[in-house]
């Protein structure tokens, strides 16, 4: 079972940048679209953005486009989301999971965009 893990949230100011991060286990990996959701408490979970195999494409929902960007190393089984210009409405927990997800969500990464 694919087991998910991520990193690197916190809190910030709006404005600032912040860079997620995101250790998948699995040797599918490669082979896989991979993506970042988000969630605020008592709201459902958000897609934000995706990105293809092999790096070459990538997707963002309208609300984050042009200030995220989603990257992939698989060489490590990485995904990351480099966050810049970030809002208060910014703030949830972060999630990566495959596209389309598994069941086994990882715990997830807390951002606070907040002065």
């Known amino acids: 079972q694919a087991q998910l893990v991520e990193s690197g949230g916190g809190t910030v100011q709006p404005g600032g940048p912040l860079r997620l991060s995101c250790a998948a286990s699995?040797?599918?990996?490669?082979?896989?679209?991979m993506a970042w959701h988000r969630q605020v408490p008592g709201k459902q979970r958000e897609l934000i953005a995706g990105?293809?195999?092999?790096?070459?494409?990538?997707d963002y929902a309208p609300s984050v486009k042009g200030r995220f960007t989603i990257s992939r190393d698989d060489a490590k089984n990485m995904v990351y989301l480099q966050m810049n210009s970030l809002k208060p409405e910014d703030t949830a927990v972060y999630y990566c999971?495959?596209?389309?997800?598994?069941?086994?969500w990882g715990q997830g990464t807390q951002v606070t965009v907040s002065s």
């Open positions: 999971n495959y596209s389309p997800p598994t069941p086994s």
């Open positions: 699995g040797s599918l990996f490669r082979f896989s679209v």
């Open positions: 990105i293809g195999i092999g790096g070459r494409t990538s």
